[in-house]
Structure formats: C-alpha cells, structure tokens
C-alpha cells in the first residue's frame, strides 16, 4: 500500500543535541511537507520542497534544517537552535493540486 | 501571512443532529479547499475537498464553499459518536508551489 512512513513515533532528546526525524513517501508525489503542531494549535508550515533538491522555507523555519536528495525522502533535522522543539511533527505530501496525505505523526520531547 | 480562521469550539450536537463547522480565509487567490478530522494524538486525515462554488456532498458530510464570502462549511448529517474529533480547515494558493494553510481546528463532540 503506498503511504507515508514517518519515524519514530515517539522521541526523546535532552536539550542541547539535534535530532532528525525520518519521513518517506512511496506515492510518487512531487511535493513534500513538513508541519508542527503545538497542543491546541493548527498546523505551521516548517519547510516544503516541490522538488528534489530544492526546498523553501515555511513560516516557521528558524532552528531547522531538511534536504531532499531523493524524491521519496524528506528528512528534517530540528537543531539545538530551535527554542521550542518539543511538538508534535507531520510530514505529508501532494501532487499537482491534489489534497495533502500525512504520515503519522513524530511526537518530539525535549527535556 | 495568509490567514485561516475557525471557531475553536468546543462544539458540542446530540447524536443524529447536524454539525456545521465554518472557516474563513483571507486569501482571495486561495484555490483549493479542505476539510480534515484529526482525532486525538493522531495525523489529520481528509473528509472533503471542494474546488468551486456550491456545494458537494460525500455520504453524510457537505462541503460549501462561497469565494466571494471567502467562505467554506462543513455540515455532518445524522452526526455519530466516533465524528467526535477536532475538524481542521485548510486552503491552498499557487506561489512557489502549492501552499497549504491550516486554521486552528474546531473541537467537536457528538453526545449520545
């Protein structure tokens, strides 16, 4: 079944190190996303690519990092520069116009 | 900063009544619109989405879109117990790509 696989579920970090979470995608999709979500809040776009090798900045970009050497994989690394870091991070994907497809979700904590 | 904005409930219907769930976007370039039910700790999934003017409609729910209102609804018939979720609305614009903007979601609860 094609679909978007986000890993882990679950991750812990101390404040201070980076961490990069995973997100492939086998639907042949163009565009790939990646959203954070705060308790109690909507989705905030971190950073997008329309293509492979190329990326755009969201509104919330500051303290992160992502690549997209490959059209299946969209990594995102959040970095000791992020101030608040801990959320909740959904990758998704599209083509053309079509609607969003979300992974399940990397729940990030940092203590 | 293209905004989004839904009513943050809690919206709360008895068991077989309609739910109707509104947003408002500020874009009037905005093409595309969404409808997505996010249940609790989990990743938003679609319910509907609607292009143009007018209404459609998918089994229980309808979408209803007026862009000249900058407007769009979601009404869910015969609501059940399991519709309980929050309810997001997205909308994309064409800029650099295809661009999703998300409001804050409606937290809706169906008593039985």
């Known amino acids: 079944d094609g679909g978007i696989t986000q890993s882990p579920k679950y991750l812990f970090r101390k404040e201070g190190q980076n961490v990069t979470l995973s997100c492939e995608q086998n639907?042949?999709?163009?565009?790939m996303y990646w959203y954070r979500q705060d308790p109690g809040q909507g989705l905030r776009l971190i950073y997008y690519?329309?293509?492979?090798?190329?990326?755009q900045k969201g509104d919330i970009a500051e303290g992160y990092s992502v690549s997209r050497e490959k059209k299946e994989s969209f990594p995102l690394t959040v970095t000791s520069a992020q101030k608040n870091p801990t959320a909740f991070y959904l990758c998704a994907s599209s083509i053309a116009s079509s609607p969003l497809h979300f992974g399940n979700g990397t729940r990030l904590t940092v203590t | 900063q293209k905004e989004v904005e839904q009513n943050s409930g809690p919206l709360s219907v008895p068991e077989g009544a309609i739910a109707s769930l509104n947003c408002t976007y500020s874009?009037?370039?905005?093409?595309?619109f969404f409808w997505y039910r996010q249940y609790s700790g989990k990743s938003p999934e679609l319910i509907m989405f609607?292009?143009?003017?007018g209404d459609k409609e998918d089994g229980r729910f309808t979408a209803q879109l007026n862009k000249a209102s900058q407007y769009v609804s979601l009404l869910i018939r015969d609501s059940q117990p399991s519709d309980s979720a929050t309810y997001l609305c997205?909308?994309?614009?064409?800029?650099?790509?295809?661009?999703?903007?998300f409001g804050t979601g409606t937290s809706l609860t169906v008593i039985p």
């Open positions: 874009d009037r370039g905005s093409q595309s």
């Open positions: 609607i292009y143009s003017n």
């Open positions: 690519s329309q293509i492979v090798n190329d990326f």
């Open positions: 639907l042949n999709h163009d565009a």
């Open positions: 997205a909308v994309s614009t064409w800029v650099t790509g295809n661009q999703f903007y």
